[in-house]
Nanobody
């Protein structure tokens, strides 16, 4: 089992940057691919990126490509979401999620473990 805890959210002006962290418990962190999602009020969970077990490959939707970067440090059991050029429409609760499957999955409910989320608010 994996427990995930996100941190690093906050209030930032449009055009600014934030780096979110996702800290995992357990010794099997490197056995899971990781996804990042966000949820704005009244909306479904939106996929914002994915990183493979080794960190060698990442995938992003067009909405964040070129602005968001996912990385991970398996020795520290931590993953990161670097967000640059933030826009007010990026305002949401951001979650990391762990996936035991071996394909890139953009569906929130298909993941096996989820964190509690961290709020990101981008002011205009």
């Amino acid at each position: 089992q994996v427990q995930l805890v996100e941190s690093g959210g906050g209030l930032v002006q449009a055009g600014g940057s934030l780096r979110l962290s996702c800290a995992a418990s357990g010794r099997t962190f490197s056995s899971y691919a990781l996804g990042w999602f966000r949820q704005a009020p009244g909306k479904e969970h939106e996929f914002v990126g994915y990183i493979t077990r080794s960190g060698g490959s990442t995938y992003y939707p067009d909405s964040v490509k070129g602005r968001f970067t996912i990385s991970r440090d398996n020795a520290k059991n931590t993953a990161y979401l670097q967000m640059n050029s933030l826009k007010p429409e990026d305002t949401a609760v951001y979650y990391c999620a762990a996936d035991r499957s071996y394909y890139v999955d953009s569906t929130w409910s298909n993941y096996d473990y989820w964190g509690q989320g961290t709020q990101v608010t981008v002011s205009s």
